[in-house]
């Protein structure tokens, strides 16, 4: 606003009001070229951040491939001090090159992934900058485009015919000045309306989207949700609740995904009826000061009664966060992440086709929806004798992989774009 008040002092002449004294035709035609230019500054500011991001994702992609190559690669070790593998040093040695390797490309990526996400980040405050700014720049637009009309008007007040002209235009003004008071009263009164009609049909379309999420949940039979997390979290998630990344900035809490590509950092990622396994698995895998883990059950009710957004596929892919809250948060994007019939072989009406999907929850989900605390094994259920109001059973099925595991390993997601091929596989990444 600041900049727009300097600029405006140092202009030659009012665009305001020379452009509302301009014929229609004219107006209309100003606005059509200032639309022009507002558009492709637009399209200039995004398709810098689709740049960046599209880069960030690409190092995201890779490194996800590595930590799976090094889980991989760790379990021969594992194997080997179980004995259950042939030991050799050619083997060794082999094993531990392919570590050495695979750590060092991890190092690389790594340092690569912060000079993005970095890049991301000035991108995104400069985009915001240049938003704030939008309306110096179509004031000065506006200004450049009036100013041949300016000059015409300046030569013209030279004669005596323009000087009668700016009479009239004076009393026009006077005119105009009396008719606009009448109609921001009429307008201020009509917007009044008007933002009470909208707040109620807000309301009400918000009331049935609730609604109609509740009956598809209760359709498909959905049993509950679930969000995997180490052991030490536990006493402090049953106490607080699950909180977001942003809420624990600060405190002594292990993180299983302490990048969060997807970043958003005010949402609470879980999944429907069984955990992202390719996930879980890796960071079972990679984490290894984690002593123990459990999948928290949490009651469907929080997916209508919390304010909650639906990813059909991982919510950290290129491409999520180019779409509004929304379009994640409509009763369509609830079903899209059933959908893709043809990619759904054999497995029940209440798995997501994609078993990366993920429903976000925005700021926390309090602990009185946690029904029941699922372990591996009963050695974990003797860890945790000290909780006594709630229910914990050995569920070693959460801790596997989906039955349809062979089809997804041939495939790494869903494409979040409707009009492109709905598969990304790992042939189209590498």
Not at 146 to 168: A, D, G, N, W
């Amino acid at each position: 606003m600041q900049n727009n008040q300097m600029h405006t002092q140092h202009s030659k002449f009012n665009a305001k009001d020379l452009f509302d004294s301009l014929p229609p035709d004219e107006r209309k035609q100003i606005m059509g070229v200032m639309r022009q230019y507002t558009l492709k500054r637009e399209q200039g500011r995004y398709s810098r951040l689709e740049e960046v991001e599209i880069a960030k994702q690409a190092l995201v992609q890779g490194l996800e491939k590595i930590e799976y190559e090094i889980a991989e690669n760790n379990e021969w070790f594992i194997a080997a001090q179980k004995k259950e593998v042939e030991i050799t040093a050619e083997a060794i040695n082999l094993h531990r090159k392919i570590a050495d390797k695979l750590y060092s490309r991890k190092k690389l990526i790594d340092h690569s992934l912060l000079e993005a996400e970095l890049s991301v980040k000035t991108i995104i405050t400069q985009i915001e900058s240049e938003d704030r700014q939008e309306s110096v720049f179509q004031q000065r637009n506006l200004e450049q485009l009036l100013e041949p009309i300016y000059e015409k008007l300046e030569i013209e007040r030279e004669h005596e015919y323009s000087r009668m002209m700016v009479l009239q235009f004076k009393n026009r003004q006077k005119q105009r000045v009396e008719e606009d008071c009448r109609r921001q009263k009429e307008y201020e009164a009509f917007l009044d309306h008007q933002r009470t009609e909208e707040l109620e049909r807000k309301q009400n379309l918000e009331a049935k989207r609730l609604e109609e999420i509740r009956a598809r949940v209760h359709a498909r039979q959905i049993p509950y949700l679930v969000h995997f997390t180490p052991l030490s979290n536990l006493a402090s998630i049953l106490k607080n609740g699950l909180q977001s990344r942003n809420a624990l900035a600060g405190y002594n809490f292990i993180f299983t995904d302490e990048r969060r590509s997807d970043g958003w950092l005010d949402w609470i990622s879980i999944s429907v009826k069984f955990p992202n396994y390719k996930m879980f698995y890796t960071k079972r895998n990679t984490l290894k000061d984690v002593d123990g883990w459990v999948v928290l059950l949490i009651r469907i009710e929080a997916l209508w009664e919390l304010e909650c957004k639906f990813i059909l596929t991982n919510a950290a892919s290129f491409g999520i966060r180019m779409f509004g809250d929304e379009r994640w948060s409509s009763v369509k994007a609830f079903e899209d992440m059933f959908g893709h019939v043809e990619h759904r072989v054999d497995i029940p009406e209440y798995y997501t086709t994609d078993p990366q999907a993920e429903v976000m929850v925005r700021n926390e989900i309090p602990s009185c929806y946690i029904s029941m605390i699922a372990v591996q094994n009963t050695c974990d259920i003797s860890r945790l004798n000290n909780l006594s109001d709630i229910q914990i059973e050995v569920r070693p099925e959460l801790f596997r992989w989906r039955s349809d595991y062979e089809h997804w390993s041939h495939h790494v997601r869903l494409n979040p774009f409707p009009n492109n091929n709905n598969l990304i596989t790992l042939s189209n990444l590498f």
